[in-house]
């Protein structure tokens, strides 16, 4: 970090030496080492707290995008339709369609009923076509 040679400690040692003098030095490094193991793990304590709440800062994170993301699957469940049942069938489609009243079989079968008993019976033909919805174009 400081790239701090030996010879660089030995001149740091000896003015201190010449500072302090031989009486005082023993306790002014036990002081300076007392600071600098306080100044350690004050921090170690910071950074560990500061992890500690990366940590927390991340799980919540996580945890709200894991929300979201099941509301997302939930409201593309809700959107998709159901699937049909695949129950097995005995007859054809034209038999169920026919088997199933639909709510516009009644209105329109109304209209017919009423026009038959209004007209007299040899005006009506025994089985009309069918009428082209289009006319057919030309080629």
């Not at 793990?41 to 799980?59: H, L, M, P, Q």
């Not at 919540?60 to 593309?76: P, T, V």
């Not at 026009?115 to 009506?124: E, F, M, V």
């Amino acid at each position: 970090m400081f790239d701090i040679g030996f010879s660089e400690l030995l001149l740091v040692g000896l003015v201190a030496l010449l500072v302090f003098g031989p009486e005082r030095l023993p306790a002014a490094a036990r002081t300076a080492g007392l600071w600098v193991g306080r100044l350690k793990r004050s921090f170690n304590a910071i950074k560990t707290e500061v992890e500690r709440e990366i940590g927390a800062d991340e799980i919540r994170r996580q945890l709200h995008n894991e929300q979201i993301l099941q509301m997302e699957r939930e409201l593309k469940q809700s959107l998709q339709p159901p699937a049909p049942a695949t129950a097995p069938t005995t007859g054809s489609a034209a038999d169920s369609s026919a088997a199933t009243p639909t709510a516009s079989t009644p209105q329109s079968a109304a209209p017919d009923s009423t026009a038959a008993a209004q007209s007299p019976p040899s005006a009506q033909p025994a089985s009309a076509p069918a009428a082209p919805s289009e006319p057919p174009r030309p080629t």
